[in-house]
């Protein structure tokens, strides 16, 4: 089996890749400029790797002989990095539909399976936050189903949902694709996957502001209180990145059931305020240490403007339905908070520990 995957190198290429080539017959086209998370996979015998991005004439030929030449195209290519939408919305436009769109059209064209990762935010906010102040008094006015809810974003001024939009917009290509000429397709909505790897850690491994879990991380690493926005009431469903990879496995695997479906990939067994993550985060990292300091490692509450800038906006909930997942997939995600939690927070305190471990004793 060969599969071509535009964005190789990210978080989910990353552990995919490594899943894949682990088994006997698959090979894996990877076009991506960044390589960094997959250094360790360079040398394997079944990873061809295009270091390039995908832009210009060149470039365009070349992915279209890797795409009449692959069984399946996944396409893991975007920006997703909520710092980004409001102060970098043209080049979220760009990744996320422009760059995607001729991804697209070629699966069409050469009638090849496209998989392609679009996010929990094409939803925006839950109902309940616009007619009932966040009183989540009913599923239908919270629960996101891939399906069926309805998906409710600001204003264009705020420019958070730049991101969402162009994603949406990328999703009813594909499926406008489906309707017209037959293009077999699965959507793949992530529901913040956590893992070793995830995006970067700021002030170590890169500047700017990650993810929710990659900030904590590197705030505890380095002393610093971790930060929490509008007081972190917002909710997430966290999942870990090996139970968001068995899903895409099965995709693959279960093509005949999988194919031409919107997939709502999450935990809802994992939903947490962010406060609550804070507190998970200091657990996890006294657990994974045996140091009790960790336990009252401080937070801090930041106003969101002064945190993102001007046009963010926040999704208060994302809980989700994965009843028609499971029965289509046979997938059920299985780690725990807890679990996810202590192997990421081990990945990095083996990694970057020793920071630490001198501020704490010197
Ligand atoms: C992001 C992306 O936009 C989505 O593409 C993606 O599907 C989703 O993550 C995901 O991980 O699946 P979001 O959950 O808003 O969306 O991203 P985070 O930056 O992880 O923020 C989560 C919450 O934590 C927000 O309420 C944010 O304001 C808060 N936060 C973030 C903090 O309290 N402190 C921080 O240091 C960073």
Redesign the pocket.
Known sequence: MNILVPGCGGFIGSHFVERMLARDGVTIVGWDAETSKISHLLDHPRLVLRQRLLKGPSAYEAFAADVENCDWLVNLA?I????Q?NTEPLRTIYANFIDGYPIVELASQYKKPLIHYS???VYGRTLASYVSSEVYAAEDLYLMDAERTPMVMGPIQNQRWT??TA?QLLERLIYAYHKESGLDFAVI??????GPRMDYLPGIEGEG????????IA?VLQGRP?????G???K?TI?SIHDAIDALVAVIERREQSLNHFYNI?NPANEVS??E??QAVRSAFARVTGEPRFLDHPTLD?D?RA??GDG?E??DR?ILDISAEQARLAWTPKRSLEQLLDETVGYYWQKYGERSRLRATG
Not at 80 to 83: I, R, T, W, Y
């Open positions: 975007a997703c990095n909520p710092s939408y996010t929990s935010e991101y969402a994603k909505r992530p529901f913040n996957f956590f502001k990650p993810r929710v879990l990659a900030m904590f705030a971790m930060l929490l926005v509008d972190g009431r917002a997430r999942t999450g962010m406060r993550l804070a930041v969101a945190f993102y963010y926040d999704c994302r």
